[in-house]
């Protein structure tokens, strides 16, 4: 059964970092792209970053760039977003997702996804 696990949201101020982490079971995480996305109250999920099988590619959303950093470890069947310069504008249910083509996960069609942590940003 695959899992995906995503841990370290919470509560943090204005300018504040967080660092997510999503930790896969159940299929080969060397062989996915992974992805971050977001579903903030009222509005849909947006696509945030992602990463290859490699590590050695990532993109992002216009909003979180020089702010968010996407990486993984393939030792550890994990992905992380690290998130820097934290706005009242990036509370949201943050959500990793998986699949073997990188299109698939940019554009929210991964075969596969967390249940999400909550990102809070005080004011």
């Known amino acids: 059964q695959v899992q995906l696990v995503e841990l370290g949201g919470g509560l943090v101020q204005a300018g504040g970092s967080l660092r997510l982490s999503c930790t896969s079971s159940?299929?080969?995480?060397?062989?996915?792209?992974m992805g971050w996305f977001r579903q903030a109250p009222g509005k849909e999920r947006e696509f945030v970053a992602v990463?290859?099988?490699?590590?050695?590619?990532?993109s992002y959303a216009d909003f979180v760039k020089g702010r968010f950093t996407i990486s993984r470890d393939n030792a550890k069947n994990t992905v992380y977003l690290q998130m820097n310069s934290l706005k009242p504008e990036d509370t949201a249910v943050y959500y990793c997702?998986?699949?073997?083509?990188?299109?698939?996960?940019?554009?929210?069609?991964?075969?596969?996804w967390g249940q999400g942590t909550q990102v809070t940003v005080s004011s």
């Open positions: 997702a998986a699949d073997r083509a990188p299109p698939r996960v940019v554009s929210g069609m991964s075969e596969y």
């Open positions: 159940g299929r080969s995480f060397k062989s996915d792209a």
């Open positions: 990463i290859n099988w490699s590590g050695d590619s990532t």
